[in-house]
């Protein structure tokens, strides 16, 4: 008899597993997506959306039956993951499971700093995670004529460790062309003492060159206590005081909550070995922004996209194999990933390398060009058309 696959999540992570999972277990091996959400958009379309490159309607795709293969797609929220009893609970029902994968990604807790929600309710803060997030702070952008832009990171960790770097560049681009630049001051504030700071201080230094040449500002290890959206100042923990006219922020992030209450971490984060993508529990893998991984130098593996698809591929290999599809392939995620940095005026530079090299992540990054920008675009027109069409590489 065939076996039930659960696939919670149907972002990057969890419809490149469906897809790789096809490759691998039995025709009668059901595999079944789980998501609240029947639409979907890439994070990297979020910044072109707060540059104002993209609509709504360009970006988001709904995954169709040929693009899902004989994976059976059910829209609806997860309740409660079961593990004893290998059960998940959703308002559709209960779904057991003989191989469970959780990629449920991350959440974004905009409460989680005092004042943020009232700056957002007030109209004097964005953000740009979310597609109507980001098409909001493209408005409120736009709509900017002097003063200050402040650019916050709230809360490590989150989820791809260029955005804020790009989000700031590609504002100062914006403003550039509506012809404000000179009279809007620009700076970026983070907890981190560097940007991209697992990728080392060479790219660290690299990005904040970048910065610079476009006159904005940077301030390193600098921790959010809470906001005054009367006022329009960020407090921050030491005590200053920072004043804006337009604060665009990255949300603090936390596990999904079904994901917490399954206690797999203190944290909430799903601690995986490193290459296989297993948990502690038998039958149950996890993949991309919900995962835990420790580098060797100690930092966290990035929560990006990239390696979500890299890490797929090693997951529907273990699930098959734990299935007793022996001539799956050994599972193997070997911590290679890539992230395209935006600076505006359609050019992108590009750090790659290896984040599971011994001796802590060794990554190169790029000289910005036209041509790293058009190969981002290739790759976000590559994902919508085959979850459109079902037609894909590999």
């Known amino acids: 008899m065939g076996r039930n696959i659960l696939v919670l999540g149907a972002g990057f992570g969890g419809l490149s597993t469906v897809r790789e999972l096809q490759k691998h277990v039995a025709p009668d091996d059901k595999i079944t997506l789980i998501d609240r959400s029947d639409t979907q958009v890439q994070g990297l379309s979020l910044l072109w959306l707060l540059r104002g490159w993209r609509t709504l309607d360009q970006v988001q795709v709904v995954p169709t039956k040929e693009a ?227 580098l060797t130098n100690g930092k966290p593996l990035p929560k990006a996209a990239v390696f979500a698809k890299g890490q797929a591929e090693a997951v529907a290999a273990g699930v098959a194999r734990h299935l007793g599809h022996e001539q799956a392939p050994e599972p193997y995620f070997n911590g290679e990933g890539y992230c395209f940095l935006e600076i505006g005026g359609h050019l992108a530079a590009k750090g790659a390398g290896n984040f599971y090299h011994p001796d802590g992540p060794e990554i190169e990054l790029s000289e910005p060009s036209e041509e790293l920008h058009r190969a981002k675009e290739r790759e976000e027109q590559q994902w919508l058309a085959e979850w459109s069409t079902g037609q894909h590489d590999g």
């Open 68 to 294: 899902l293969g004989r994976a059976e797609h059910i829209v609806a929220d997860i309740e409660q993951l079961d593990l004893a009893a290998r059960q998940v609970r959703t308002p559709q029902g209960d779904f057991a499971y003989d191989a469970l994968v959780l990629a449920l990604g991350a959440e974004l807790h905009t409460g989680a700093v005092p004042g943020l929600d009232e700056a957002l309710s007030a109209g004097v803060a964005a953000h740009y995670y979310t597609p109507e997030a980001a098409v909001d702070a493209h408005a409120k952008l736009k709509a900017v004529s002097s003063g200050k832009v402040v650019f916050l990171v709230a809360r490590i960790p989150y989820k791809c460790p260029a955005a804020p770097y790009e989000g700031v560049m590609l504002a100062s681009d914006l403003l550039t062309e509506t012809g404000v630049r000179d009279n809007v001051s620009v700076d970026v504030y983070t907890p981190e003492s560097q940007p991209m700071p697992v990728a080392g201080p060479v790219v660290g230094q690299g990005v904040v060159q970048m910065l610079e040449s476009q006159k904005i500002g940077f301030h390193p290890g600098r921790q959010v206590e809470r906001v005054d959206a009367v006022a329009r100042e960020v407090v921050f923990a030491d005590g200053e005081r920072v004043s804006f006219d337009l604060l665009v922020f990255i949300p603090p992030h936390q596990p999904p909550a079904p994901i917490k209450a399954a206690e797999l971490s203190p944290t909430g984060w799903v601690p995986v070995d490193a290459n296989t993508l297993k948990t502690i529990v038998d039958g149950v893998w996890a993949l991309g922004d919900v995962v835990s991984i420790t």
